[in-house]
């Protein structure tokens, strides 16, 4: 019998426990479902939802928006960067999430929303957000501190979901909630360390992935679960990866699959039970044309019967597949130090200005 090769090779690799805090993902976001805004907010007639936020923390955003795009009357649109788009004003919500607290382009969103008349909410766990908030009395969402933004998605989307209630926007009723926290639950004793790679969903696609550039392509609801696996990649395993979406990468990307260099970078669609017929026929279509240059193709499915079951499985799995490449790398999947350093830099140019 083949030895998993997670579990002798990799001791020490984690001396923070970033694998613990992954297992807890489900209780996490059962914890988040208690947490709440205050002052609350109150409900709105609102046309247009922005949630700002840069890197991890402006995940969750993704999440609303994607859900949003069949349930809300109104747009759900993610804003990453310094100020505001011109549309914010009144009858905007803007809610500011940043897991530290600290991150520059999201105050200044939340300066400029607050400058034009916006209604506007905070999701934080401290820093000059919290403090900004408490000095205007916004609605304040204090998330639990001592984690990574990204190994908080739970703490950041509930209660996401939370103020858009209360702002009169309902993006999942309790069943189809309770059924994606119970399909994590289910998850999260399968996907750990302590399951051998034969039987480890997570292990085995890492060990496919292996040495290769991982290209993740999702659609519609599956598209942003594809941006986060290409992150999580890229922050957990230090290791560069490209996502793109169907239909569209038909119309550009497959070209660039004919490339001799495809062969170091592995396709991964992720799928969807639920998805469109015409998108079923290009995810086989495309897989097929770019099979043989390619290093590899994977599909991968979600769990459970609902769109919020279907999307955080996808995202769950993607985290853990992060995870285990980051130790088949030889890496330690907590420390993230050049976007630190970038941060860092840039407190020493703005001190020197
Ligand atoms: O995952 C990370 O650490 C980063 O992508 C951060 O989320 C990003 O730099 C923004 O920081 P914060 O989430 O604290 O606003």
């Known amino acids: 019998m083949s030895r998993d090769p997670f579990l002798a090779d990799t ?56 859900l949003a795009s069949d349930r809300l009357p109104v747009p759900v649109t993610v804003w990453r960067g310094y100020g505001a788009p ?5 009858g905007t919500l803007v809610v500011a999430v940043s897991y530290s607290g600290a991150t520059e382009e999201t105050i200044s969103t939340l300066e400029a929303a607050l400058g034009r008349g916006a209604t506007a909410a905070v999701l934080t766990s401290g820093g000059a957000l919290a403090a900004l908030a408490q000095e205007r009395g916004l609605p304040l969402v204090r998330l639990p501190a001592g984690l990574l933004p990204r190994l908080a998605l739970g703490y950041l989307f509930f209660p996401l979901l939370g103020l858009l209630e209360s702002a009169g926007l309902l993006l999942a009723q309790a069943p189809e909630r309770d059924e994606a926290l119970r399909e994590l639950e289910l998850m999260g004793k399968e996907l750990g360390p302590e399951r051998a790679d034969a039987d480890n969903e997570a292990k085995r696609l890492a060990l496919a992935l292996r040495g290769r ?14 941006y986060r696996w290409k992150t999580e ?41 639920e998805e469109d017929d015409a998108v079923a026929t290009r995810v086989r279509l495309t897989g097929e044309l770019i099979r043989a240059s390619a290093g590899g193709v994977t599909e991968v499915w979600p769990r459970g019967r609902g769109r919020l079951a279907r999307l955080l499985s996808l995202i769950y799995l993607g ?33 020197r200005r």
């Open 213 to 226: 550039v991982p290209v993740i392509y999702g659609s519609g609801l599956t598209a942003v679960a594809a």
């Open 233 to 273: 990649v890229e922050e957990i395993a230090k290791l560069l990866a490209f996502h793109g979406s169907l239909p569209e990468a038909d119309h550009n990307e497959i070209e660039g699959w004919r490339d001799p260099l495809a062969a170091g970078f592995h396709a991964v669609f992720l799928r969807d039970p």
């Open 319 to 351: 985290d853990w597949v992060s995870y285990y490449l980051a130790l088949l790398r030889g890496v330690d999947p907590w420390p993230v130090p050049a976007i630190e350093e970038v941060k860092r830099r840039l407190r020493a140019a703005k001190s």
């Open 86 to 90: 011109a549309s914010i004003g009144p």
């Open 11 to 66: 001791e020490g690799l984690d001396p923070r426990g970033a694998a613990r805090i992954l297992a807890e993902f489900p209780s996490q976001c059962r914890q988040a479902l208690a947490l709440s805004a205050s002052p609350p907010l109150s409900r709105a007639s609102l046309r247009h939802v922005v949630v700002a936020g840069m890197g991890g923390s402006a995940v969750c955003g993704d999440l609303v928006s994607a």
